[in-house]
C-alpha cells in the first residue's frame, strides 16, 4: 500500500468542539476564558507555573524546587502514561523539624488575577463562573511530613490514606475564588478534597469534596465558613461529596449569586459525568487576600497545615456553562472504520490506519484550537509531528460516515 506522509506545518488556529486533557467533559462552546494545563513549573514570583500566577504574596513560602529537590515539599511536573500533571506538596512547616530559612515550603500558594484574562466582570461568583479541574490527591512519592512545632530532626511518614486539604482561613481551600469589588466586603470560596487523614470530622462525613459551609446569607470573616466550622453545633450545614479522593476525579463546577438570600451564593457540581449536586454557601470574607482585585488560587496557604495535590488541569469561563459530556466517538464509524493511531506517546511521526478510507485528520490542542487539517483520502498516513511542542493532542479522524477522536502524547 502506498504511505502518505504529511508533515504538519500549517496552524489554522480554528476553534472546534471536542475534548481536551479532559476525559468526562467536552471543552465548553468557544472554549475556556482560560486554561492551566498542569505542565509547567516556572519559578518567578510574579509570572510562576505557565507564566500567569503569581507567587510572591504573603501565602506563600515556595523555594522554587521539586519535590525531593530542596526543602520538604515543592512543586514537580510529572508524568504518569499519557497524563502529565502537577503536583504540590506542603509538608507542614520544615523550619521546626529541619530548622529550613524562608522561603521553606511550609506555604506554597499561587494565584492567577483575573484581569489578565480580560474578564468583564470583577464579580463573577456573583455574576456566574465555571470552573473545571481533573485532581486527586497522591498517595505515594511524596517527602516526609514535617508537623507543626515538632522537635528538631522529628518527621512523620506520608500516610497511605493520602493528605489533603481543609477549607480554613475564612473560605480558603486547595481552590479559592475571591471577589470584591465597592463597598461590599470581599469574598471567598474554596474547594477542597480531603481524606480521613486530613481531620476528625471526616469520620462523619467521609471523604470527598468539600467547600464553604452553609451558615448564612453574609459572608463571614471567621471560621464558621471553614470545613471543619467553628459555628456552633446545629446552626450551619456542612457541604461535600463523597468519592475516593485517591482516584482522578474530573469536575465541573457553577457558582453564582444566591438570589433567595439563603446563603451568599448557589454551587452546582457534576463530577466524572454524575448528575448534578446542588449547594448553598456562605461566602468567606477576608481582608488579607492576595491582590486587591479579583483571582483564582490553588495551593495550601496555611503555615502549620499540610496538604499534597495533583492538578492535571485547571480551568475557568465566565458565566453558567452545562457540560457536555465527551462521547467523543461517533460508534457507526468506530465500528466500520477499525482506526488504528501509534506510537502513543509518539515523538515525530504518528501512524494512522483504518479499514475503509479516511478523508481527512485534524490536529486540535487542548485548548480546544484547530491548528491543522490535511486531506488524506486513503486508508493509511503517516503524520509528522515534529514541529508540535510536547504536550497533549487530540487526533481527529474523519471518515465518510463520522469521526473519531484520539488523545495523543507528543514526546
Not at 42 to 58: E, I, Q, S, V
Not at 125 to 132: K, S
Not at 151 to 163: H, K, R
Request: glycine letters at 10%; charged letters at 20%.
Amino acid at each position: 500500500m502506498k504511505k502518505n506522509y504529511l508533515i504538519l506545518t500549517a496552524f489554522l488556529l480554528t476553534q472546534v468542539f471536542i475534548i481536551n486533557a479532559q476525559v468526562i467533559f467536552n471543552v465548553p462552546d468557544g472554549g475556556w476564558t482560560y486554561i492551566f494545563n498542569g505542565e509547567e513549573a516556572d519559578t518567578a514570583n510574579a509570572a510562576a507555573l505557565d507564566g500567569t500566577w503569581n507567587h510572591d504574596n504573603g501565602s506563600d513560602e515556595w523555594d522554587g524546587t521539586a519535590i525531593g529537590e530542596g526543602n520538604y515539599g515543592g512543586v514537580s511536573v510529572i508524568e504518569e502514561g499519557e497524563t502529565t500533571f502537577l503536583r504540590i506538596q506542603d509538608t507542614g512547616d520544615p523550619r521546626d523539624a529541619q530548622g529550613a530559612i524562608d522561603p521553606s515550603n511550609r506555604k506554597i500558594y499561587f494565584y492567577h488575577v483575573f484581569d489578565q484574562d480580560d474578564v468583564t466582570s470583577q464579580k463573577l461568583m456573583d455574576d456566574g463562573i465555571t470552573l473545571a479541574f481533573r485532581a486527586r490527591i497522591p498517595s505515594s512519592g511524596l517527602d516526609e511530613l514535617n508537623p507543626d512545632g515538632a522537635v528538631a530532626g522529628a518527621t512523620e511518614s506520608y500516610p497511605s490514606s493520602g493528605d489533603g486539604f481543609d477549607v480554613s482561613f475564612y473560605g480558603k481551600g486547595m481552590i479559592t475564588l475571591y471577589q470584591r469589588g465597592g463597598s461590599e466586603p470581599e469574598e471567598q470560596i474554596g474547594i477542597s478534597i480531603i481524606t480521613e487523614f486530613d481531620n476528625d470530622i471526616v469520620a462523619t462525613t467521609g471523604e470527598g469534596l468539600v467547600m464553604n459551609t452553609l451558615v448564612g446569607n453574609v459572608a463571614i470573616e471567621g471560621g464558621d465558613v471553614d470545613f471543619p466550622s467553628t459555628a456552633a453545633a446545629g446552626t450551619f450545614t456542612y457541604n461535600y461529596i463523597n468519592l475516593d479522593p485517591l482516584e482522578w476525579h474530573e469536575f465541573w463546577i457553577q457558582i453564582k449569586e444566591d438570589t433567595e438570600s439563603v446563603g451568599t451564593h448557589d454551587v452546582k457540581i457534576w463530577i466524572d459525568g454524575a448528575a448534578a449536586t446542588s449547594f448553598k454557601i456562605t461566602a468567606g470574607s477576608s481582608a488579607q487576600s492576595e491582590a486587591d482585585t479579583a483571582y483564582i488560587s490553588f495551593g495550601s496557604a496555611s503555615t502549620g497545615g499540610s496538604g499534597a495535590v495533583d492538578m492535571d488541569y485547571l480551568a475557568y469561563k465566565e458565566g453558567l456553562i452545562d457540560p457536555v459530556l465527551n462521547t467523543g466517538v461517533n460508534h457507526t464509524m468506530a465500528e466500520n472504520y477499525n482506526v488504528s493511531i501509534c506510537p502513543n506517546p509518539c515523538y515525530d511521526n504518528l501512524r494512522i490506519t483504518a479499514d475503509e478510507k479516511i478523508k481527512n485528520i485534524s490536529v486540535i490542542n487542548m485548548l480546544g484550537i484547530e491548528l491543522t487539517k490535511v486531506k488524506v483520502m486513503d486508508k493509511e498516513v503517516i503524520l509528522n509531528l515534529e514541529s508540535l511542542n510536547n504536550g497533549l493532542y487530540i487526533i481527529q479522524v474523519q471518515g465518510d460516515k463520522g469521526y473519531e477522536n484520539y488523545r495523543i502524547a507528543k514526546k
